[in-house]
């Protein structure tokens, strides 16, 4: 629930769009792959040296590792045709016998298929959450604003300590 209020917070932020839409898409790669590995250490390096808002990285991040339950077959069989190519047998082969390509994890079927996966999912959800959140900002943040239990909350005490908190 706290995270959602987060969420809000931010989609009622003057934080870019793009800021809200890159957190969208980076949780869902960290959301959709397994934790450990190298590229979740890129990910995680690339939302805190970038201005990505956390909030939305949290949100997204929770989401789509619900999903991951459903896709994992899919995705798992993604990286098992890849692995299983007669094309790429040397690339496998050279990658799994370097430190490189041991930290990459890629010999994983679920790691390899998930990751590739994601990164083809990755621009539409980055373009389809700016959209969504520009979309908010400039049709709903106005008409939810102007609702009577909004302002009421906004007026009460607690709302108050929640901004002092979360600043």
Not at 83 to 110: A, E, K, M, R, V
């Amino acid at each position: 629930m706290q995270l959602l209020a987060k969420l809000l917070k931010a989609l009622n932020s003057d934080d870019s769009p793009w800021q809200l839409a890159f957190g969208v898409m980076l949780g869902m790669i960290m959301g959709l792959t397994p934790f450990l590995g190298l590229h979740s250490v890129f990910i995680l390096f690339i939302v805190l040296f970038l201005r990505v808002n956390l909030s939305t990285f949290l949100l997204a991040y929770a989401l789509f590792s619900g999903f991951t339950l459903l896709l994992n077959p899919m995705m798992a069989d993604i990286g098992e045709s890849l692995l299983t190519s007669p094309d790429l047998t040397s690339l496998w082969t050279s990658l799994y016998n370097s430190t490189f390509g041991q930290l990459t994890q890629f010999y994983h079927t679920l790691t390899l298929g998930s990751l590739l996966f994601s990164l083809i999912l990755a621009p539409f959800i980055l373009i389809i959450s700016k959209v969504l959140v520009v979309q908010y900002r400039v049709r709903f943040m106005q008409w939810i604003n102007k609702l009577k239990i909004v302002q009421f909350l906004k007026g009460s005490r607690i709302y108050q300590i929640y901004q002092t908190l979360g600043e």
